[in-house]
Structure formats: structure tokens, C-alpha cells
């Protein structure tokens, strides 16, 4: 699809980012459900690749099956059509993909701290090592003095920075990240969006995000993947110019976020 006129502050790309490793390659995907009349479609398709070192976004309606996109990628469902490549291999590898849902998923009997370590434990890898890296995310977190804390004794935003902190202390190439911000509140949000950002360009883990927020995905992504309604496809592709630090006062961020937002509500140029 070529770029129009009202493409201001991106430019559309329909083919792979050239001259980089591609990390994660989606093609041809689709999968229905089990519905009260016959099979319900959720993908149909649907075609990406994403860079090595790179971060994409998916954004699109609620329920048009971005999580189950992202279940397929992570090798926890299968796809009733396409294939899902992972640093060429036709299945994700073992150690090459983490997946953080939306839910928090930590243990009700192990505190914040134990819950963050737990897959440096499962791996075998010093405990004291697993306890001093994730003691330095909490503090960057803002959970310092809630390491002993139990789940229920932390806040819903609490729970799933924990979870965050998990998933990137994890030594995984790939990462997707289901919404891991969705629970907090718009101050903390910022700040996190801002945090992620610091910790990507200094590990430079290829990052697949799912979010809801148009603001987040124009402030982090190298490029996003505007989503339809279900049975979902890629609407359109749009990537973000290179510069970094991005500002949220700046009028390309304006001119984005106004035509994703023509995207998702229809209104295409």
C-alpha cells in the first residue's frame, strides 16, 4: 500500500526492514475457534516480519486477536494455517522467546522478589546472582522495600511490574510483552514507557508488543502493525522515523498518533 498525503510523521512499509536479520517471521497465519455456530475466525492471512534488535506493535480493536497472535508466536497454540519462524527455525527455540500475558501470573506463595527469579531458579543459574540483578530492577521499578511482599499485598500495577522485572531479567533474544503496562496508572505508565525504552536500547532485544495505548506504540516502536476487526489482517503498516529520544510534544508525534487513530476508527487515507 503506498504512502498518501496524510501519512505526516511516518512512512508506510509493506515489505521486511532491509539489510537486518529477521528474528521473527510471520506468514500467511490463520485460526478460528470453536463458536456457537460453526468456527469463529480470528486471524486471517496474516504476514510480518520483525527485525533482530527491533521493536514492533500491534494495535487493533479489542478481541480482534492480537493475544492469540501472539500465544501462536510463542509456540503455546498452534495455527490452523501459515508458519511462524523464529530465528529461522520453523518452531520457537528453547531460550530464544519469553511471553509476558496480560495477567501477572505470580506465584501467591512466593514474594515479589522470589517471584522475579523464578525461571533463574528453574534454570539452575546462583541464586545470590538471580537476587541481586532483580534487588537493581526493583529499585528502577520503584518496588524498592517490597521485595519480601507477598502478591496479594501489592497493588495491581505492582503485580505486573514484578512481572515485567521477570520477563526481562529472563535471558531470552525475543521478547513479547502482551499489554505489561496496561495495569498501571497513566503517571507511572510514562514513566515505565520511558524505563522499557532505556533497557531496549541498551539490551537491544527484538521486542513484540501488543498495547491498546497509541501513545505507547508511537513513543517505542521501531514500526506498527495497524490490526482490523476480527477475523483479524494488517490493516496498514506504518514505521516511526529513526529519531531517538522521541518527544510527546513534538508535532510528528501529533501528526502519528492522529492517523493511527483515523486507522483503528476507519477512517483510512
Known amino acids: 500500500m503506498p504512502c498518501g498525503k496524510r501519512d505526516l510523521g511516518v512512512r508506510c512499509v509493506v515489505n521486511a526492514i532491509e539489510d537486518r536479520h529477521t528474528a521473527v517471521t510471520v506468514h500467511d497465519l490463520s485460526k478460528t475457534y470453536p463458536g456457537v455456530v460453526g468456527r469463529m475466525p480470528v486471524l486471517r492471512s496474516l504476514s510480518f516480519d520483525v527485525a533482530s534488535g527491533g521493536w514492533t506493535t500491534l494495535i487493533g480493536p479489542s478481541g480482534c486477536g492480537k493475544t492469540t497472535l501472539l500465544r501462536i508466536v510463542a509456540g503455546l497454540i498452534p495455527a490452523d494455517e501459515g508458519t511462524v519462524r523464529i530465528d529461522g527455525a520453523s518452531a520457537p527455540r528453547a531460550g530464544s522467546v519469553s511471553y509476558l500475558p496480560q495477567h501477572d501470573t505470580l506465584l501467591p506463595w512466593r514474594t515479589a522478589l522470589d517471584n522475579a527469579v523464578l525461571a533463574w531458579e528453574i534454570s539452575g543459574r546462583p541464586t545470590a546472582e538471580a537476587h541481586a540483578a532483580a534487588r537493581s530492577l526493583f529499585e528502577r521499578f520503584g518496588l524498592a522495600g517490597f521485595e519480601a511482599h507477598y502478591p496479594l499485598q501489592l497493588s495491581g500495577g505492582m503485580r505486573q511490574r514484578v512481572a515485567v522485572i521477570r520477563s526481562f531479567l529472563v535471558d531470552r533474544s525475543i521478547l513479547l510483552l502482551d499489554e505489561p503496562l496496561g495495569a498501571l496508572d497513566p503517571l507511572t505508565r510514562t514513566s515505565m514507557q520511558d524505563w522499557l525504552y532505556g533497557v531496549w536500547s541498551e539490551m537491544r532485544k527484538t521486542i513484540v508488543l501488543v498495547t491498546h495505548d497509541v501513545?505507547?506504540?508511537?513513543?517505542?516502536?521501531?514500526?506498527?502493525?495497524?490490526?482490523?476487526?476480527?477475523?483479524?489482517?494488517?490493516r496498514k503498516t506504518i514505521r516511526i522515523p529513526d529519531e531517538r529520544p522521541r518527544q510527546r510534544t513534538s508535532p510528528s508525534y501529533y501528526d502519528g498518533r492522529e492517523q493511527l487513530l483515523r486507522l483503528l476508527f476507519g477512517d483510512l487515507p
Open 215 to 234: 501513545e505507547e506504540a508511537l513513543m517505542l516502536s521501531d514500526e506498527i502493525h495497524v490490526l482490523g476487526p476480527r477475523p483479524a489482517s494488517i
